[in-house]
């Protein structure tokens, strides 16, 4: 019998500056293989922060369209040089916003000069190996997916469902494949308090090629691992094939919440711990439920740590929290080390 064609995919989860961590993962992948990630996957997904990294390694390099312009080492340099510019404390910008109770807490200059810096004036469709990109659209109240390629079409299996596809042909659009790599960054990290959405103009549906518009928060507030998103996918195009998946966290959340605590909180003590406990949740459940699908180590490798030792908050570059990232990175590359070699060996093999 012939072998199944094989599909590999990276997942990278959002959260915010621990994105060194799977940036770190990463880099140990690439210097095992000796090759970049772009060559090492056919898709790479990512949300919020981790769409930056899966953004990052598929940029092309200016006058090279085959070489990435940033290796995963280089993202992990990026998050120690931009990350304090990125979440900039203001004195007036803490006042005026409540500390983002009332306002968003950062403003995005920070984090658009960075996407600018590293991302340059590239479009997604230049990206050298198919990258998905998740994102939500507050308007429509649809997931939306930045795709650097255009999917494959969906057959209606009745009537009625060719019925309701064409009476809802704008229902979960599918984009096309031109929008700049920087607006793409900036639309999936927009993190609800943290900083405002970003408008994205001109999107466009690949069933019908209608135009709109779209208000996008970070992908997290669905996605925040987009690892069954991108599983899905691949089964979409190429129907059959043998599917890994390569998971990469950005790390456990370890700060208890007690009932003590929250059973008389109200909208505003929750506002900012109920972004971490939806992002934390919707990663572990998505773990296990690739880890019933494919097998935990067979088909789904899932690279986590748990933040002890370290701050466990999305913006907090202080440079002594972001080298405790670091060491805890390190930390859980070393203990990995196994399977970390098993990874590499089915990726080159």
Not at 123 to 134: E, G, H, P, Y
Not at 253 to 268: D, M, N, P, R, Y
Request: with cysteine; net charge negative; proline share 6%.
């Amino acid at each position: 019998m012939p072998t199944k064609q094989l599909v590999k995919i990276l997942a990278i989860d959002g959260g915010g500056i621990r994105g060194i961590i799977p940036a770190m993962v990463l880099a140990k992948i690439e210097a095992l293989c000796g090759r970049p990630a772009c060559e090492l996957f056919d898709l790479i997904a990512g949300t919020s922060t981790g769409g930056i990294i899966a953004l990052g390694v598929t940029v092309p390099a200016p006058g090279a369209e085959k070489r990435p312009r940033w290796s995963a080492m280089q993202l992990v340099e990026m998050y120690e040089s931009e990350g304090p510019r990125i979440f900039h404390h203001s004195l007036l910008r803490t006042i005026e916003s409540v500390d983002g109770l009332v306002e968003e807490k950062y403003s995005a200059s920070g984090l658009e000069a960075a996407l600018a810096k590293y991302m340059g004036e590239a479009r997604l469709s230049q990206a050298l190996t198919d990258v998905l990109v998740t994102s939500y659209d507050i308007q429509s109240h649809e997931p939306f997916f930045f795709k650097s390629f255009r999917p494959r079409p969906r057959a209606p299996h009745s009537p009625r469902d060719r019925a309701v596809k064409s009476a809802s042909a704008s229902s979960s659009p599918q984009p096309l494949a031109d929008y700049p790599v920087k607006v793409v960054g900036r639309a999936t990290s927009a993190a609800p308090t943290y900083f405002e959405p970003e408008y994205v103009s001109g999107a466009a549906s690949a069933d019908d090629d209608s135009s709109t518009s779209l208000a996008c928060v970070d992908g997290g507030t669905f996605a925040n691992n987009p690892a069954l998103c991108a599983y899905a996918e691949a089964l979409r195009n190429n129907p059959g094939a043998e599917v890994l998946v390569v998971s990469l966290g950005t790390g456990r959340l370890t700060e208890s919440i007690s009932f003590e605590q929250a059973k008389h909180w109200g909208l505003v003590q929750w506002a900012r711990p109920l972004l971490g406990v939806i992002m934390d949740g919707s990663s572990a459940a998505i773990d296990y439920q690739l880890d019933e699908l494919l097998g935990a180590d067979e088909g789904h490798y899932r690279f986590q740590s748990v933040l002890e030792g370290v701050s466990d908050r999305l913006d907090d570059a202080d440079p002594s929290n972001i080298a405790g990232l670091r060491k805890l990175a390190e930390a859980s590359i070393e203990s990995n080390a196994k399977r970390l070699a098993e990874v590499c060996a089915r990726l080159t093999g």
